[in-house]
């Protein structure tokens, strides 16, 4: 590592997730010579409702860069990786925020974005493209048209509760503060990024990434949906200014005096650490959640199977596409293992699950957080079958596994399909990715190869090589570096656990759930007619 000036040669990351921020230093090699992280609170001011103090996530942001340059001085480069999906307004003349931020595990707006599905725009195209995905299985080649592609992607397309869209028109019918700033065209929305970037370099923009996760932006012609934002009533004007991800972005105001010169969305981030710009290359970050993402190349697939085609990396003219799948519960399932007791940290998760060979018919739907790809039921709850007087802790510890693995493998069994892509093996980053149990059993129920990254933070890792990139003056192909790979999980062929009988506890689990959702629809309008008898 090399001394410049009274300081080190180094690139700093930012990494802004949604319970941490992360501060990374990587010198020129990719080597990690510095980390800081800060917890960043969350409320719940109601049920459904998840926030954020915006003032203080930036502060907080602010002190963990700080403390990286008081020790090591001014970075070569400054990148950015960000959740996707948090909403923040504020105001563009004092920079003051307009509410809180609203994280993409908000469910304030489902209903919200239930009635927005129904809106005729959305049923004319819906309508439209079934009849291009009927067209298109008659006439095989219309199906590589991107005119067709966008049309069946319309026939799929629904708003989702946690999508930025739905929560921006929330706060213009809610908050009398953003609306009066939308109406004297001085509100400004952005995601988590825009509002980093705003408070670091005084800009008002979106890198590509993020925004093809907000729901009105469209993927297939890279702008704004002007259908879209103008069926909501969205003013054009509150909306950031569209940004390529490894690009000069001013210097930083913020502790340091440094260029940022990278901006990317997390799963992308990780997705390029994982295989650059390569088609066909494969990753599954394992956090609170899991994403499964593989790069589709140069042209967009149609969203079908619960997926949405993303921009996974944008420079100049060129733009690559990925397809991306989602399971909603991993590691906050172990987390719910040790809030109840039952384990005392992660470790001892694998420990237990190695102790016993099978789950004693114990089955475990981990759906604790909805399920995501591709049946999309935000209000589904796991569901435990298969209890006896027989079962132990292990064996609940070990269904907890095999039911994460089944849906991990589901996950990627449909992104391969909806990609058209093979993938002989998938590289994993992410904490939950250290649990040994749960990869080996991914590669046996997927029959992939998985492979575990040294460096777990792909989301950083990916980052750093742009903004490096950015300052040597290379292509995003030059840019890239192979990753590091710690351990390797080769799928073994005598697996002792029934994909059917996981499958029985699925629908069993989505049963209870129909049934419960019917019996409330029937109470209410049973309550409805007898507050009409006693009218």
């Not at 796991?382 to 907890?400: D, F, K, P, Q, V």
Request: charged residues 25%; hydrophobic residues 45%; proline residues 3%.
């Amino acid at each position: 590592m090399r001394l410049i000036g009274l300081g080190y040669e180094y690139y700093l990351v930012i990494d802004a997730g949604t319970t941490a921020i992360k501060v990374f230093a990587y010198d020129d090699s990719g080597k990690i010579i510095r980390k800081v992280a800060n917890k960043v609170p969350v409320s719940s001011p109601k049920p459904g409702w998840v926030e954020q103090d915006p003032l203080l996530y930036w502060e907080k942001v602010s002190n963990s860069v700080k403390s990286i340059c008081d020790e090591l001085g001014r970075p070569l480069a400054v990148g950015v990786t960000n959740q996707r999906a948090t909403t923040v307004v504020w105001d563009k003349d004092d920079g003051e925020p307009l509410y809180n931020m609203i994280t993409w595990q908000d469910t304030r707006a489902f209903d919200l974005a239930e009635e927005l599905s129904k809106e005729s725009l959305i049923r004319l195209g819906r309508l439209l493209g079934l009849v291009a995905e009927a067209f298109a299985k008659i006439v095989k080649r219309v199906a590589e048209s991107r005119s067709v592609k966008y049309l069946i992607t319309m026939a799929h397309f629904k708003f989702g509760s946690n999508q930025p869209v739905v929560h921006l028109r929330w706060l213009m019918d809610n908050v009398n503060e953003f609306a009066r700033a939308v109406r004297a065209g001085k509100a400004a929305f952005g995601t988590l990024d825009s509002w980093i970037l705003w408070n670091m370099v005084g800009k008002h923009v979106i890198d590509f990434t993020n925004a093809s996760a907000t729901g009105m932006f469209d993927p297939f012609h890279l702008s704004w949906s002007d259908r879209l934002i103008k069926m909501l009533g969205i003013p054009r004007g509150i909306l950031p200014s569209e940004v390529d991800n490894m690009c000069y972005l001013g210097k930083s105001k913020a502790a340091i005096d440094a260029p940022v010169t990278a901006i990317i969305a997390d799963q992308q981030a990780s997705l390029y650490s994982a295989g650059g710009t390569r088609r066909g290359a494969a990753k599954m970050t394992n956090g609170t959640g899991s994403f499964v993402d593989v790069n589709v190349g140069s042209e967009p697939v149609s969203a079908v199977g619960g997926t949405y085609p993303m921009i996974a990396l944008k420079q100049g003219e060129r733009v690559i596409y990925l397809v991306e799948g989602i399971a909603q519960a991993t590691g906050s399932a172990i987390d719910w293992l040790i809030d109840l007791g039952l384990i005392r940290g992660p470790a001892e998760a694998d420990e237990l699950a190695r102790l016993a060979e099978d789950s004693f018919g114990v089955v475990f739907v981990p759906t604790l957080a909805g399920i995501g790809t591709p049946y999309w039921i935000n209000k589904l709850r796991g569901c435990i079958y298969g209890l006896s007087r027989g079962t132990r802790r292990e064996h609940l510890i070990r269904a907890l596994m095999e039911g994460l693995a089944f849906r991990l493998s589901e996950v990627i069994d449909v992104v391969e399909a909806v990609s058209g892509i093979h993938f002989d093996e998938i590289l994993t980053d992410g904490n939950a990715s250290r649990h040994d149990v749960l990869l080996q059993l991914v590669a046996d129920l997927s029959g992939k190869k998985v492979l575990r990254a040294k460096n777990l933070d792909g989301s950083s890792r990916g980052a750093y090589l742009l903004a490096r990139g950015a300052i040597k003056g290379l292509s995003i192909d030059e840019a890239w570096r192979s990753p590091e790979v710690d351990s390797v999980f080769e799928p073994r062929a005598d697996v002792s656990f029934s994909r059917e009988r996981w499958l029985d506890g699925l629908r069993s689990c989505v049963n209870y759930y129909e049934s419960l959702r019917l019996l409330a629809v029937g109470d209410v309008a049973l309550r409805g007619r007898c507050h009409e008898r006693q009218g």
